[in-house]
């Protein structure tokens, strides 16, 4: 989750020499002590480096095997898999399928509302705010993050929920003919629209954040020469920002859209949940579950079957983040010839650290 | 799991022990044969050493509160009850060996009692019902504060058949008194839980005709259905919805209000003695074959007298009937003893709003215990 922040800060580091710092460093200090630092330095950030490759594995092979018994196994015939929470499915893939729906589908739905808030905001702190107020705004942004995602499960039950059943109902009302719209409106609030809602608050801090340096670092001369043309304010951010940071952009959000993708509590706290493949936004009983929150909610009365079988969906999880991130990495590697020239300079960065 | 004691504290806990097993009934355990002389009041003072548990969240304030009673005379004695673990993942932990005890919604199943033998020893393990109370029917509508409603009623409400208050069938169990129209939501558990399986235990046991599933701890009506997260999701939403008809806990309802359930012709408020009338009258042994096992089936067609509350919940305490560690069997004969004394229901009752178990089921548990080492 960490690597795109990197796209950020190290576009940021970018005038300055990577390799110059650790050159000096060796011109300095000759002694034998300073070397011995400087291994133990090495040795250090590699065996961190290192760890996190064995941690990661480690967490695949632990889902790997985990989850094969509950994969493997025969839904039909098998007493365990056919009574409390995995009943009614004729194999994993029918019981995983509409969770990784639903997963995809609530993410969805908080990138959709959250993402072209959080751009604007972004905008707001690096481009129209007075520098104070940017400064200000940017800290209580940031200061988001921070709420844990309990409270903002119940911040969405105390007052999303009831705030958006007006809208729900006039949704449902007079656009109920979209599938979107449709069925039987909720009148407790515990729709997959108020989890999105939320969803697309808690991802807003990320998107904001990182999309904000990137656009600050917009070269000074760009946005000049486009005001010097004699574009308006706007004119100039579409001209000169926003293909400079497009990339960014693509990575903030596909990084919001990771952190939605395994978000728990807030969506096991306000959706009201089924297994099924669904579109509809505003009904109580047609909400696509999402695999986080069904494994949170499912797993303490689980059988030892049953649990395999939610750690194979957690698995599945696992690998849509997985996908996500890789597809981040080969956009911002696609986009724009600022950020392929990013991405070269950076990579070899990586190796060496 | 760790357990840190001295061999003093050990020393201390066996003397304690002694004195427990001598309050049995039965004194066959080779700690209850030293001491014949039974005490009115146990003393727990010489209790030392740790308990680890865990699993139903259903039995957890009442586990808090035993906890907080015993460790009051006995000053030694750490209990951790883990409630994050639920049902599932309390009999999980205890087959693999790291917990003395589990709480549980519901017996261990023969698979599961094949599993324990692997930490118990040929022995096996025995289910003893310890937690008492009952499943509440809590409704939020405009205008009713006394509602009544029969079994059948209540099945087809849960059912999606009625869905509507104004209907007949809930006027006709409101003695003719009619409520205003309006969509009922019915609101059940998101989650795998213990409730859901009483409650669908006593659907299924009264109502097969308008309740075409299988009893279950995971809420099986599909279509436009509230499911929330927890006990609480359900009873918050209760509250926050007009119009809402939910099950939940009766000791977790707060001041949401709970409909009288039909018995017969009359109908019934639930009550501590109700539920454990209930008990009496309708829990039959059905044990899982190790001896002095106290699994009980609720054979709901039993319940007929307006003083049973008709939606019983009971929860177990599941343990083995030998310890590797005799130290360890006493602390959890210690512990269970106190929970099935009289003064241990008491505790629960009060502090944690459940029902009491009636006189008999206790000697039972207590039967069993001593032969626990």
Same mark, same amino acid.
């Given at each position: 989750m960490t690597d795109s922040t990197t796209v950020a800060t190290s576009s940021a580091s970018e005038g300055a020499p990577g390799p110059a710092p650790r050159q000096g460093g060796r011109a300095l200090t000759g002694k034998g002590?300073?070397? /011995?630092g400087d291994k133990v330095f090495l040795g250090l950030s590699s065996g961190s480096a290192w760890l996190i490759m064995v941690i990661l594995a480690g967490v695949a092979i632990f889902l790997i095997i985990r989850s094969l018994p509950g994969i493997a196994a025969n839904w039909e015939t098998s007493s365990e898999l056919n009574s409390g929470p995995t009943a009614g499915f004729a194999n994993f893939w029918a019981y995983a399928g509409p969770l990784l729906w639903g997963t995809i589908w609530a993410a969805f739905i908080a990138l959709i509302l959250g993402t072209p808030v959080a751009i604007g905001i972004a905008l707001f702190i690096s481009h129209y705010a007075p520098r104070r107020l940017a400064g200000a705004l940017g800290y209580l942004v940031d200061?988001?993050?921070?709420?844990?995602?309990?409270?903002?499960?119940?911040?969405?039950?105390?007052?999303?929920?009831?705030?958006?059943?007006?809208?729900?109902?006039? %949704?449902?009302?007079?656009?109920?003919?979209?599938?979107?719209?449709? #069925?039987?409106?909720?009148?407790?609030?515990?729709?997959?629209?108020?989890? #999105?809602?939320?969803?697309?608050?808690?991802?807003?801090? $990320?998107?904001?954040? $990182?999309?904000?340096?990137?656009?600050?670092?917009?070269?000074?001369?760009? *946005? *000049?020469?486009? %005001?010097?043309?004699?574009?308006?304010?706007?004119?100039?951010?579409?001209?000169?920002?926003?293909?400079? /940071?497009?990339?960014?952009?693509?990575?903030?959000?596909?990084?919001?859209?990771?952190? /939605?993708?395994?978000?728990?509590?807030?969506?096991?706290?306000? $959706?009201?949940?089924? $297994?099924?493949?669904?579109?509809?936004l505003v009904t109580e009983g047609e909400n696509s579950q999402t695999i986080a929150a069904n494994i949170a909610t499912n797993f303490p009365i689980a059988t030892d079957l049953q649990r395999s079988a939610l750690t194979g969906t957690g698995l599945m999880l696992f690998v849509v983040s997985f996908a996500v991130n890789f597809i981040a990495r080969w956009i911002v590697a696609r986009t724009g010839p600022g950020a392929t020239r990013k991405t070269r300079t950076r990579t070899p960065k990586a190796k060496t650290a | 799991m760790k357990l840190t004691r001295s061999g003093s504290i050990a020393a201390i806990a066996l003397v304690g022990a002694v004195a427990l097993a001598g309050c049995a009934t039965s004194g066959d355990s080779n700690a209850g044969s030293d001491s014949s002389k039974s005490a009115e009041a146990t003393d727990y003072s010489k209790l030392a050493g740790t308990l680890t548990a865990g699993g139903s969240s259903a039995q957890a304030n009442a586990q808090q509160a035993w906890t907080t009673a015993i460790t009051a005379q006995a000053k030694g004695l750490t209990i951790n009850y883990d409630k994050s673990q639920g049902s599932g993942g309390g009999v999980t932990n205890f087959t693999a060996g790291s917990y003395d005890f589990a709480g549980s919604d519901s017996p261990l199943k023969p698979e599961q009692t094949t599993a324990a033998e692997a930490v118990c020893g040929a022995d096996g393990a025995v289910n003893l019902p310890i937690y008492l109370d009952g499943v509440a029917v809590i409704y939020n509508v405009e205008g009713a504060s006394d509602l009544k409603l029969s079994g059948e009623t209540i099945a087809k409400i849960f059912n999606l058949q009625i869905t509507d208050w104004s209907d007949a069938a809930i006027t006709k169990d409101n003695g003719g008194k009619a409520l205003a129209a309006g969509p009922i939501t019915t609101v059940a558990r998101s989650d795998g839980s213990g409730t859901t399986q009483n409650f669908t235990n006593y659907l299924v046991g009264t109502q097969k005709a308008n309740w075409p599933y299988e009893a279950s701890n995971a809420w099986p009506v599909a279509g436009n259905v509230s499911k929330q997260q927890g006990g609480s999701g359900v009873v918050n939403t209760v509250k926050a919805t007009a119009g809402a008809i939910g099950y939940a806990d009766h000791s977790a309802i707060g001041d949401v209000k709970a409909a009288e359930i039909g018995v017969g012709s009359d109908f019934v408020k639930f009550s501590s003695e109700g539920a454990a009338k209930a008990f009496e009258v309708a829990a039959e042994l059905k044990s899982n074959g190790v001896e002095g096992d106290l699994s009980q089936s609720i054979d709901y067609s039993k319940i007929t007298t307006a003083d049973a509350y008709p939606i019983p919940l009971l929860s177990y305490a599941i343990t083995c009937k030998t310890f590797k560690d005799s130290k360890q069997a006493d602390l959890v004969k210690g512990y269970l003893g106190f929970i099935a004394s009289e003064t241990g229901q008491?505790?629960?009752?009060?502090?944690?709003?459940?029902?009491?178990?009636?006189?008999? &089921?206790?000697?039972? &548990?207590?039967?069993?215990?001593?032969?626990i080492k």
């Open positions: 002590s300073g070397r /011995a200061l988001l993050a921070a709420v844990p995602s309990v409270v903002f499960g119940l911040w969405g039950i105390i007052v999303i929920r009831p705030f958006l059943l007006p809208l729900e109902e006039f %949704l449902n009302t007079y656009l109920g003919w979209l599938p979107f719209f449709s #069925g039987t409106v909720s009148r407790s609030g515990s729709t997959i629209l108020a989890g #999105g809602v939320v969803l697309a608050v808690m991802i807003l801090p $990320i998107i904001t954040s $990182i999309t904000r340096e990137i656009f600050l670092q917009t070269p000074r001369l760009h *946005e *000049e020469a486009a %005001l010097a043309l004699g574009a308006t304010r706007w004119e100039m951010i579409k001209l000169s920002v926003f293909p400079y /940071a497009r990339s960014g952009m693509v990575s903030a959000t596909l990084l919001g859209l990771g952190r /939605a993708l395994g978000e728990t509590m807030a969506i096991a706290l306000i $959706i009201s949940p089924s $297994i099924l493949f669904s579109l509809t | 008491k505790v629960a009752e009060k502090n944690a709003g459940s029902a009491a178990l009636p006189a008999s &089921i206790l000697t039972e &548990i207590n039967k069993t215990l001593s032969t």
